[in-house]
């Protein structure tokens, strides 16, 4: 049963790794599939629609691309002066995942 659940467990990372390479690959990236699932997992359990924290609300298309345009969404989850690094009080967002919102952004934050 251990072996089982051994190799689950790291079947389960290197899924993740997997997944956190192909991201860095891609040269165009789509909100529906790459970019809402990092915010869901990131910025929602504090910036739903219902716990709003720092008076920011990430749950929806809109929302989060007047952050991205606007700055503030790279300066916080790249930890730049003048911006609180989020995740609070956890470690940065792997660099992937950080140059994937980088990328689009740069190609205008598309609702793709």
């Known amino acids: 049963m251990a072996v089982?659940?051994?190799?689950m467990a790291c079947s389960k990372e290197n899924e993740q790794t997997l997944i956190q390479?192909?991201?860095c690959q891609l040269d165009t990236l789509s909100f529906s599939k790459q970019i809402r699932p990092i915010?869901?997992?990131r910025c929602l359990?504090?910036?739903?629609?219902?716990?709003a924290e720092g008076g920011y609300i990430l749950d929806n298309y809109s929302d989060i691309s007047a952050e991205a345009l606007n700055g503030v969404l790279l300066?916080?989850?790249?930890?730049e002066?003048?911006?609180?690094?989020?995740?609070k009080d956890a470690p940065s967002m792997p660099a992937c995942e950080i140059?994937?919102?980088?990328?689009w952004i740069a190609q205008g934050a598309p609702n793709n």
């Open 81 to 87: 002066n003048g911006y609180s690094p989020m995740p």
């Open 75 to 79: 300066g916080v989850i790249r930890h």
């Open 4 to 7: 089982v659940i051994l190799t």
């Open 21 to 23: 390479e192909t991201l």
């Open 45 to 51: 359990p504090c910036h739903d629609n219902l716990r």
């Open 99 to 103: 140059s994937a919102i980088e990328k």
């Open 39 to 41: 915010i869901t997992q």
